[in-house]
């Protein structure tokens, strides 16, 4: 992925959080209130803003430090990381399938990936 590409998409994910976090707290708030599910939709909102929050500051740093190749798979988990995880959570509140939260983990562990390659990427582990 390249870096102009990563932060076109940490715009649109970050665009989407506050798309998806005023929907919630104006039209779904009596829903998710109802099915006691308002915490986690706003679980789902946090670390999804989060995220696209780090995706920018990566995509940033892959234009300062191109020879960093572990910043794009960084990049990637953090994609990986907003759409399982929040993605997961979007849908369990919106469908009440108790199922959808088995895979939200695998989405945490994409954020960790991601925070851990983008420690790699600068660490003296590795200096590429």
């Not at 572990?70 to 509140?93: E, K, M, T």
Request: glycine residues 10%.
């Amino acid at each position: 992925m390249k870096t102009e590409r990563i932060l076109q998409v940490s715009a649109i994910f970050g665009a989407l959080a506050v798309i998806f976090g005023a929907f919630g707290a104006h039209a779904l708030e009596p829903f998710l209130v109802e099915t006691g599910r308002l915490d986690t939709y706003e679980t789902a909102v946090d670390y999804h803003f989060y995220h696209s929050l780090a995706l920018l500051m990566v995509g940033i740093l892959t234009r300062l430090y191109p020879d960093k190749k572990r910043l794009v798979l960084s990049a990637w988990f953090f994609v990986a990381g907003i759409l399982i995880f929040s993605g997961s959570l979007y849908a369990l509140c919106l469908s009440q399938i108790s199922l959808l939260g088995a895979i939200t983990p695998l989405g945490g562990l994409a954020f960790i990936l991601g925070w851990v390659l983008l420690l790699f990427s600068f660490g003296k582990v590795n200096q590429r």
